[in-house]
């Protein structure tokens, strides 16, 4: 069975960059698009972003001209580099393929 884990998420201060990664592993099958949602308490789970295998990429507004999505097909990754980060950002960030769900990895913004 496919599973998805996800890293990078820790505390940092306003205005700072982190790089989320998200590893594909076990039976992984073939999907074209791979994404990213986030939580923050007592909000529902949102889209930060997804990208598409013909190269097409969506962001939230939120988070369009500050975060940046990629897919390394062949080491079955993505990742999300976080930059110029907000308090607004804080919540636990999910990794999906559309049917799977990682365990999410939380991201706190301090100001």
């Known amino acids: 069975q496919e599973r998805l884990t996800e890293s990078g998420g820790g505390l940092v201060q306003a205005g700072e960059s982190l790089r989320l990664s998200c590893a594909r592993s076990?039976?992984?099958?073939?999907?074209?698009?791979m994404g990213w949602h986030r939580q923050a308490p007592g909000k529902p789970r949102e889209l930060v972003a997804r990208?598409?295998?013909?190269?097409?990429?969506h962001y939230a507004n939120s988070v369009t001209g500050r975060f940046t999505i990629a897919r390394d097909i062949t080491k079955n990754m993505v990742y999300l580099q976080m930059n110029n980060l907000e308090p607004e950002d804080t919540a636990v960030y999910y990794c999906?393929?559309?049917?799977?769900w990682g365990q999410g990895t939380l991201v706190t913004v301090s100001s």
């Open positions: 999906t393929d559309g049917l799977l």
């Open positions: 076990g039976s992984i099958r073939k999907v074209s698009v």
């Open positions: 990208i598409y295998d013909s190269g097409e990429i």
